[in-house]
């Protein structure tokens, strides 16, 4: 049998963009011959990878999975909504989702770690499904919490499936109260961040150069009035008060009643379940946020493709 060596792996890795198992494969049907099994690996359609790395995947979906006291959460990125409706891409997603909770909620990990049912690690399953689905895919983010007494409550909004969506929340709440009363607090709580979006959980978890950088913005504006300073100062207060209304959750309005505070809510539970209740944590990722779309030249794309 020939021996296939590790820089022949990565020689073809480079010119292909396949996953390493392919190449290995490849390799030892053409004889370690890297021409030969690039054609092969074209033939095969599993080169293709390579060629749709560059395009911006904003699509996708955003997958949660919760299992006993611990939860996990990964945005895996297609280029159009339409693969988001294919069960093969909603079954990837709900897999990577599963092992982010094994891996404990790390990037750098996850794509390292063993896909599930095969010998190929993660970002070669991506690999792979790139070749197969004929799009850009990449895992953006994922993250994995945990609660020792409590419940973690979970929250998808325009759902594909139950776990998976367009905005998926994750809120883990602090308490030794009903659990069932708990679970429809925090489903509530986690369809409020997902509507809201805040920030930060409390005032303290604000950076203080954000406060700085917000409090002198609010500065000039009211400065640009003319008004005397000292009217100023409390121009400024009051505006802060809002911003930290707007972005912190104890500090946000409810958006089931629309009156009362986050901080509020969870100390009418505690009334109600007679024991503390706290939010500890909560995650809320949206499909495709803060990615760069770009600006698409359709003809410079097309004249590219002629040449390739």
């Known amino acids: 049998m020939t021996q296939i060596s590790a820089a022949l792996v990565k020689e073809l890795r480079e010119k292909t963009g396949a996953g390493m198992m392919d190449c290995k494969r490849a390799l030892s049907e053409t004889s370690a011959d890297v021409e030969q099994a690039v ?15 560059g395009r911006v995947a ?33 079954k990837l997603v709900g897999n990577v989702c599963k092992i982010v909770l094994e891996q404990g909620g790390e990037l ?22 790139i070749a197969t ?10 993250e994995s919490c945990s609660v020792e007494k409590g419940v973690i409550a979970s929250y998808i909004h325009s759902a594909a499936t139950p776990d998976l969506g367009r905005i998926g929340v994750l809120v883990t709440l602090e308490s030794g109260g ?14 409020h961040i997902a509507a809201a979006r805040p920030q930060w959980l409390n005032i303290a978890d604000v950076d203080v150069a954000t406060l700085d950088r917000e409090r002198e913005i609010l500065s000039e504006q009211a400065r640009a009035s003319g008004r005397p300073d000292d009217v100023i100062e409390k121009i400024v207060e009051g505006r802060m008060r809002k911003y930290l209304e707007e972005f912190v959750l104890l500090e946000q309005t409810f958006v089931v009643d629309n009156q009362t505070k986050i901080a509020k809510v969870l100390k009418d539970a505690e009334e109600n379940l007679g024991t503390p209740v706290q939010i500890s944590h909560f995650v809320r990722y949206a499909l495709g946020e803060g990615i760069d779309r770009g600006e698409s030249d359709f003809a410079a794309e097309v004249a590219a493709r002629l040449d390739s």
């Open 58 to 90: 904003v699509e996708g979906l955003v997958g949660v999975y919760l299992e006993a006291q611990k939860a996990a959460i990964v945005e895996l990125n297609a280029e159009t909504d339409f693969v988001a409706r294919n069960d093969g891409f909603q």
């Open 39 to 53: 054609d092969w690996l074209r033939k095969k359609g599993l080169s293709a990878a390579a060629n749709k790395a």
């Open 108 to 129: 750098n990990a996850l794509v390292a770690a063993p896909y599930t049912g095969n010998d190929r690690t993660v970002a070669e399953e991506i690999t792979h499904n």
């Open 133 to 142: 689905i004929g799009e850009n895919l990449s895992i953006r983010r994922c």
């Open 178 to 191: 009903d659990r069932e009363k708990l679970l429809s607090l925090g489903k509530q709580i986690a369809m």
